[in-house]
């Protein structure tokens, strides 16, 4: 059984340990010549940035501390047991942001990292060994080898909210940790999506996949950037497995993060049906085959499907490892489902 997954970092991670977890159980490897499985994690990379003088792939970081079981799960980034020296030495050089703290451990990872890039190794390859250090059960994999880091438009936030401020293009780590989202985004962008490709290995872990599930990941800036990467859509429109989402708003709210702001920015409302139709239904050219909601949006069942998404409602809060891994279940089912009726 081949799982490829879409994820972004915090709540990416959540599902990912689920669905790792959920794969064990299901398909124990080799053992009574039951079927094997694998799974891959294609991992944005929007959230990616240089901060003094190191790179940081932030989602990356998220996923791979979180799978190893390293992370601090209090703040949802960065690594247990964290200090902070360097970081204080580096805010009394000035250098670095003020408001974005580089743990010690944390900095370990971004100079090996800065290290192999300087050495000549892509993203993908300096992924490979830095998972290469924990057995993490899954490959992550970047979705692409290209810096495409989001920058987000906003109004100049000096301009003191003056009618005809000027714009400026702000990071979107400083739009996300220094202004906590709360500048109005007028837009998106990615870098360089003149040149980005899918990186080695991603095209091919959907095309050869048995289901692609999309993680409750902010689905603007972590799985609307991994789409933005040419060849990404294309892949998943031609693949034969099917494509189940998870949505990552729950009776109207959002589970983490502030993927709403994120949202009413391009004019989608922060609802789980909403979010269904941004992503659109693979019949009509869209996304997805299967939609998992939660209960408590049971109501909106009947619509989706009659927009021709499989929809179904289940428990999706994912509170520790056995809800993470029944939510990851429930979308195997449905993925099933969707294999065989297409097999009918
Ligand atoms: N998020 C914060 O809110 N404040 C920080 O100081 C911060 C530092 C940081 C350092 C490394 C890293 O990989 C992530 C960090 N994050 C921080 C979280 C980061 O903004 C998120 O992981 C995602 O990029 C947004 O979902």
């Known amino acids: 059984m081949r799982i490829t997954v879409l994820a972004g970092g915090v709540g990416g991670a959540r599902f990912v340990r689920g669905v790792r977890e959920e794969a064990r159980r299901r398909w124990p490897d080799g053992q009574g010549g039951s079927e094997a499985s694998a799974v891959d994690v294609i991992v944005n990379t929007g959230d990616d940035l240089w901060l003094a003088g190191v790179r940081l792939m932030p989602d990356f970081d998220s996923l791979l501390y979180a799978l190893a079981g390293v992370n601090d799960t209090e703040r949802g980034w960065g690594r247990a047991g964290e200090t902070e020296r360097v970081a204080a030495e580096l805010s009394e050089w000035g250098v670095g942001w003020p408001w974005f703290t580089l743990g010690d451990l944390d900095l370990g990872t971004h100079l090996a990292r800065t290290s192999w890039l300087r050495d000549g190794l892509t993203p993908t390859q300096v992924g490979e060994r830095l998972q290469g250090r924990w057995p993490l059960g899954v490959r992550l994999r970047p979705a692409t080898d290209t810096e495409v880091d989001t920058h987000v438009l906003v109004q100049d936030p000096d301009a003191a909210g003056a009618s005809d401020a000027p714009t400026v293009e702000l990071h979107f780590q400083e739009w996300w940790t220094r202004y906590r989202a709360s500048l109005p985004a007028l837009e998106f962008r990615q870098r360089n999506l003149d040149v980005a490709r899918p990186a080695p290995g991603v095209a091919e872990a959907i095309a050869d996949a ?135």
């Open 210 to 344: 048995d289901v692609v599930l999309v993680a409750p990941s902010n689905p603007v800036v972590s799985i609307g950037t991994i789409l933005t990467i040419p060849g990404i859509r294309e892949a998943l429109a031609a693949t034969s497995a099917p494509v189940v989402g998870v949505s990552p708003i729950i009776g109207g709210a959002v589970v983490r993060g502030m993927a709403d702001a994120c949202l009413s920015a391009i004019g989608v409302e922060t609802d789980a049906a909403a979010v269904a139709r941004h992503y659109g239904a693979r019949s009509a050219g869209g996304l997805l085959d299967g939609w998992l909601v939660a209960e408590e949006d049971a109501a909106e069942v009947e619509g989706l499907r009659a927009h021709g998404f499989a929809a179904r409602a289940v428990p999706l809060w994912m509170r520790d490892l056995d809800t993470s891994a029944a939510l990851a279940g429930e979308a195997f089912d449905l993925a099933r489902e969707l294999r065989a009726d297409r097999g009918r």
